[in-house]
């Protein structure tokens, strides 16, 4: 039984960074970023990789972006995806989910796919959609947060994640789409000779698809946060903030002495 | 197209989820200013009773029971869904952006072809045009985006970001007949499972020391484990390091974790994501210990030491024992 699988791998700005917005306000300053895969989609590559282990197949790694995406994609080869597509997109209008995932989906249609995999969400947008969309668009079943998956007789049992600790096991007929959560598995790290091979492999790149939206997306303008709390901050020296720490805890009657 | 906006209510083992309320009260502040009418759909099979308890609210509960909706199923729902589109145009759709809402939102808006904005901390109308803000790159930068349509637009609302609704006169449950083709429910809901592992029961800690992904290795952990004791309280943590072993799930607090509320939440080198912060906003005091000035744990936080933790804890511990 062997499986064609999708794999869905975004780059997303180092989300430990600091950002300034651009000065038109419609973006984040993009000129001193570092960039690495999102998060989840680790756990989703991952888990393609198992599958396509267990039960033979193919694993397409596809990521809509401009060319420095292609250092995710190169990852995900040498990590064990056969093939590598970009469509390519520049940064603007990535804010909008549903260009993103109607982009996307135009060129799923177009591989073979018995699974679809994407991760729980960005750490840049964070809108936990493109997925759902995806299957939607395509006309795939889908589940979402999924924790383990099994395959048995073409028909996935997949348990999903739900708040408090809980699953929800699922039966989910092929072909289908699943969003893969952190934790899934345990992602490996490239052997050296699979990272000098996936060097040289190519990259196919694809012209993004002409979409029709049934809306109007803008972006009215990006601020930092307005903070709804505000902490009483401590900086100085760490023993001036050591003392303070101290003094903040015995007042408060977590320590004794 | 009408004002109106139809509400999508989640509920699990007979409960209803209480962001559901908060979509309701958000609804309902939307609905006034369109001059339309909150509609909240409850699908399920033998939950009338939740229904006569969202009535509460002040809104029209549209009933929707049928054996193919007796568990969640994101193509079950969207059948239902989609019967009720039959008879109403809604201007809008909203769901809490929770595990099942965001299933359920970008499933119904990919099938039907309808515009979707999901994990919004603000919802407004501004003439024709929705406009939503959102939080971006780890709630570090925050966005307002606006859409316009004329189909009904889906969204999703991040929980915590609106005040529950309380209760109000005029509701009314309306048991609304949809037909709904059980061979096009493709997923079959197989069982809920539970987590089973004994620990310590951190919801029940007065004083929880968390670590996050900041003590950088899981050597560190002994630190924390240290100034957990010095301040009378038991270590927690974010997801990855549960995720990674380093500590049990049980030790996990946030969203998919425990809900906690100690008197005291220390947050060692966590960066605030809102999964974590879900379970821990509410303690008494929260002292958070981070070296990004900008990391969104400050927010929440009551006193934050903008520092290294693997350099302020033990020159903590020093003053305290010293
Ligand atoms: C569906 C879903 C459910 C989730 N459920 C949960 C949940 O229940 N609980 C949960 O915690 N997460 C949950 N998450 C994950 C969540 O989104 C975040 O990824 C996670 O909380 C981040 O953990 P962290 O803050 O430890 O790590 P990071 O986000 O990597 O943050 C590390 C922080 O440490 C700081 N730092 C680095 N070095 C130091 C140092 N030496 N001293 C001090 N600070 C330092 C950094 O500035 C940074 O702010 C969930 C995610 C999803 C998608
Ligand atoms: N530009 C992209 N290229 C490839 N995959 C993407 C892209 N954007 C989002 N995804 C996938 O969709 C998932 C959810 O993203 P989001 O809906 O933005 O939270 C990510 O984890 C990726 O798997």
């Known amino acids: ?257 | 197209m009408s004002g109106d906006i139809l509400i999508v209510a989640e509920h699990l083992e007979g409960r209803l989820a209480p962001s559901t309320f908060e979509v309701v009260s958000l609804g309902r502040a939307l609905a006034a200013a369109s001059g339309g009418v909150v509609r909240v759909a409850l699908f399920g099979q033998g939950v009338r009773a939740l229904a006569e308890a969202l009535a509460k609210l002040g809104v029209e509960v549209l009933l929707v029971e049928d054996v193919a909706l007796a568990e969640y199923t994101g193509d079950g729902y969207v059948l239902a869904v989609r019967g009720l589109l039959e008879s109403a145009k809604p201007r809008l759709l909203l769901a809490a952006h929770t595990a099942q809402g965001y299933d359920l939102a970008p499933g119904l808006a990919g099938a039907l072809d309808l515009p979707l904005v999901t994990n919004a901390v603000g919802v407004r109308l501004d003439g024709s045009r929705l406009v939503v803000t959102r939080r971006l790159l780890n709630e570090k930068v925050q966005a307002e985006i606006e859409i316009a349509s004329d189909r009904m637009i889906v969204g999703t609302v991040r929980p915590g970001s609106v005040k529950a609704a309380s209760p109000a006169p005029g509701g009314i449950v309306v048991p609304t007949k949809v037909s709904i083709d059980a061979s096009r429910v493709r997923m079959r809901f197989a069982r809920i499972e539970r987590p089973t592992v004994q620990d310590i029961d951190l919801a029940a800690a007065d004083v929880i020391v968390s670590a996050g992904r900041g003590i950088q290795k899981k050597e560190n952990l002994p630190l924390i484990e240290e100034f957990a004791k010095a301040v009378g309280g038991v270590v927690g943590a974010s997801r990855p390091l549960t995720d990674m072993d380093w500590l049990p799930k049980t030790r996990q607090v946030g969203q998919s974790g425990k809900t906690v509320h100690p008197k005291l939440y220390v947050a060692c080198g966590i960066s605030g994501a809102m999964q974590h912060v879900a379970g821990m906003k509410d303690a008494g005091l929260i002292v958070a210990i981070n070296t990004d000035p900008s990391a969104p744990i400050f927010e929440v936080a009551h006193v934050g030491f903008v520092a290294d933790v693997l350099k302020l804890l033990p020159a903590t511990l020093k003053e305290l024992t010293g």
């Open chain 1, 1 to 257: 039984m062997a499986l064609n699988i999708v794999v869905c791998l975004k780059q997303i700005p180092n989300p430990d960074l600091q950002f300034q917005i651009a000065p038109d306000g419609k973006d984040i300053r993009r000129d001193a970023l570092n960039y690495k895969i999102n998060g989840a989609d680790e756990y989703a590559l991952e888990e393609a990789v198992r599958l396509k282990e267990k039960y033979g197949g193919r694993v397409v790694a596809l990521s809509l972006g401009p060319k420095r995406v292609d250092q995710v994609l190169r990852e995900a080869l040498a990590k064990g995806a056969d093939e590598a597509v970009r469509i390519a997109h520049e940064d603007s209008g990535t804010y909008d989910v549903g260009t993103v995932a109607r982009l996307l989906a135009a060129t799923v249609r177009t591989l073979p796919h018995d699974l679809v995999l994407t991760g729980v969400q960005s750490d840049d947008q964070g809108s936990s959609a493109t997925g759902g969309l995806i299957a939607g668009l395509v006309g795939l079943p889908h589940a979402s947060v999924v924790t383990r998956v099994d395959v048995k007789d073409r028909i996935l049992e997949v348990a999903t994640e739900l708040e408090g600790g809980l699953q929800r096991v699922y039966a989910i007929p092929l072909p289908a789409l699943l969003t893969i959560q952190f934790g899934a598995n345990t992602p490996r790290y490239a052997p050296l000779p699979a990272i000098m091979r996936a060097a040289r492999q190519p990259i196919r790149e694809i012209a993004p698809a002409s979409v029709s939206l049934p809306y109007a997306f803008g972006v009215r303008g990006l601020s930092p946060p307005i903070a709804k709390g505000h902490a009483e901050i401590v900086t100085g020296s760490v023993e001036d903030q050591a003392k303070k720490f101290a003094q903040l805890l015995r007042e408060k009657g977590f320590v004794r002495r």
